[in-house]
């Protein structure tokens, strides 16, 4: 499975973005966003099961939404309220347990300006 992230950008600090991820095939497991910020490990940012159940870390909370188009076979991530520590690269998964199981596609770059 090839995953492709876009949708980053440059945006000032309390705007939005919303990012796509496009899966070459249909994927049954949950997906997930993640982020690295530089210097930092990467870090789940949100989650979806098969069955459209959400979760979110404790800091975007409130602000971002995560969701999937089953028939586009493409998770999104609603971002707003954005903060500068929500810069770093963006990338999806499947995950099974919590654990990404495909290769990292190439993410795609938030920056937020303060």
């Known amino acids: 499975v090839q995953l492709v992230e876009s949708g980053g950008g440059l945006v000032q600090a309390g705007g939005s973005l919303r990012l796509s991820c496009a899966a070459s095939?249909?994927?049954?497991?949950?997906m997930a966003w993640f982020r690295q910020a530089p210097g930092k490990q990467r870090e789940l940012v949100a989650g979806i099961t098969s069955g459209d159940y959400t979760n979110y870390g404790d800091s975007v909370k409130g602000r971002f939404t995560i969701s999937r188009d089953v028939a586009k076979n493409t998770v999104y991530l609603q971002m707003n309220s954005l903060k500068p520590e929500d810069a770093g690269v963006y990338y999806c998964?499947?995950?099974?347990?919590?654990?990404?199981?495909?290769?990292w596609g190439k993410g795609t770059q938030v920056t937020v300006s303060s």
């Open positions: 998964n499947a995950v099974v347990g919590g654990r990404p199981i495909y290769s």
């Open positions: 095939r249909s994927i049954s497991y949950g």
